[in-house]
């Protein structure tokens, strides 16, 4: 028989055969090919292979179809009274419950279908001496292969997004009610805890509050707070992806893991980041310093929010990090509590140097430094880059300005020198 591309074969009844006949012979297959399967998921698709019982299910999945498939091949049954195996539904839900990406599930079938598929051609090959029919029925075997993969595929993933959506649904659950109890001074066991988090408890932390001083309600918000706070866990530690809950739509709280240690952040390292990346340069940052344990989770959370309350005081600063682990940013909290206080004292100690300009600034810095240096005039002016009479220069005038002798007050004009470091125009006196 003469036969040539795009025509039919004279015989259509040897082509079902022969389709039945591979079918028959794929049976005997069945460990061959789920040898071979398993080796290229392992070297393709190592996550679906991570653990033992997603092995077993996906055996039991790979075993069931493709004996429902051949059930198929053979014409016992339609494809639409298929009634998939329940192995498939459940490892598509453990899929979605391990948050592994369904394109993985989806390359994990058409991975079995070319498996499959390159037997069944294999087989035609050696058994079918016409090539009419052995061209047939390859080309139909190829689309019962691909019919029955739509088929199951669009089943499947309908399986695995509504497992998705329940999981995170109850998981964001779950994990809110048992951040809110730590939270609250609640110590639940730490076999409990950590699972519900999705985060090691018994390792260091250090907490942080994440926040976009430019364009807080942008549809991206979070997804870019996210991902900065990830950037910021890469230069702290390399021991775990750091925990992320939106606090509203425009501000975050983080934790990162420090390891068995607790490591205070690096400014510079983080302030870098931040400038290094277009989508980081108008988000800040306050954190608190690190601790250990359920303890250290709760006590360096506390302290990231107060140390985000001294640095939303002044967005005008444009402080890209702010720190409770820095000089001063733990009192500037505890009276930033008060500010109708904090900004009745700060005239009242400093005079004339309360006033929001570039002078009176340089002023209160030099005088900041003077009571560091604990009044040493050649200190300042070393760690200032400035001549000593320079120094002399501008503590007199800070005096001049202030209206009384340094030492009247002392206490309360370095509280108000420091409110304005932090606070800054919060408690400064804006003239006009």
């Known amino acids: 028989m003469k036969f040539t591309a795009g025509s039919q074969p004279e015989g259509p009844a040897d082509v079902d055969a022969r389709i039945t006949e591979v079918a028959r012979a794929l049976f005997t297959h069945l460990a061959e090919i789920s040898d ?179 364009s807080p309600e942008s549809a991206d918000s979070l997804q870019r707070l996210e991902r900065a706070l990830v950037a910021i866990a890469g230069t702290v530690s390399k021991h775990a992806r750091p925990l992320f809950v939106p606090s509203d739509q425009s501000q975050a709280w983080g934790w990162i893991a420090t390891g068995s240690h607790g490591t205070d952040i690096d400014d510079t390292a983080i302030e870098s980041v931040l400038a290094g990346d277009r989508d980081f340069r108008t988000i800040r940052v306050a954190f608190g310093r690190a601790g250990t344990g359920i303890d250290g989770f709760r006590t360096t959370h506390l302290e990231a929010i107060r140390a985000f309350g001294v640095a939303s005081a002044d967005d005008a600063a444009g402080r890209k990090v702010t720190s409770f682990a820095q000089a001063g940013v733990r009192v500037a909290s505890l009276l930033s509590d008060d500010i109708v206080g904090a900004k009745a004292l700060v005239p009242d100690a400093l005079g004339e140097l309360a006033a929001d300009g570039e002078y009176a600034e340089r002023l209160r810095e030099t005088l900041s430094v003077f009571f560091e240096e604990s009044m040493g005039y050649s200190a300042v002016a070393t760690r200032l880059h400035m001549h000593r009479n320079t120094v002399r220069y501008r503590i007199d005038k800070a005096t001049e300005a202030r209206g009384r002798p340094l030492d009247v007050d002392a206490v309360e004009l370095q509280l108000a020198l420091l409110l304005c470091r932090w606070l800054g125009r919060s408690v400064l006196r804006v003239d006009g």
């Open 36 to 214: 071979s399967f398993h080796k290229e998921v392992e070297n393709s698709i190592p996550e679906l292979v991570a653990e033992p019982a997603l092995v077993e299910l996906l055996g039991s999945t790979l075993q069931g179809n493709i004996e429902l498939f051949l059930e198929y091949v053979k014409g016992t049954v339609a494809l639409e009274e298929i009634v998939l195996p329940a192995a498939s539904m459940v490892h598509a839900r453990r899929v979605a419950q391990r948050e592994i990406s369904s394109v993985a599930l989806l390359r994990a079938y058409r991975i079995a279908q070319r498996r499959v598929a390159s037997h069944a051609l294999q087989e035609i090959s050696w058994t079918e001496t016409d090539p009419a029919v052995a061209y047939a029925a390859a080309q139909r075997f190829h689309e019962m292969t691909f019919a029955y993969i739509d088929y199951l595929s669009e089943q499947v993933v309908a399986e695995y997004e509504a497992e998705r959506e329940r999981w995170v649904t109850n998981r964001n659950t779950v994990r809110t009610a048992m951040l809110a109890s730590i939270l609250a001074g609640d110590a639940p066991e730490i076999g409990v805890a950590e699972p519900a988090l999705g985060y090691r408890l018994q390792h260091g932390h250090v907490g942080a509050v994440l926040w976009d001083s430019v």
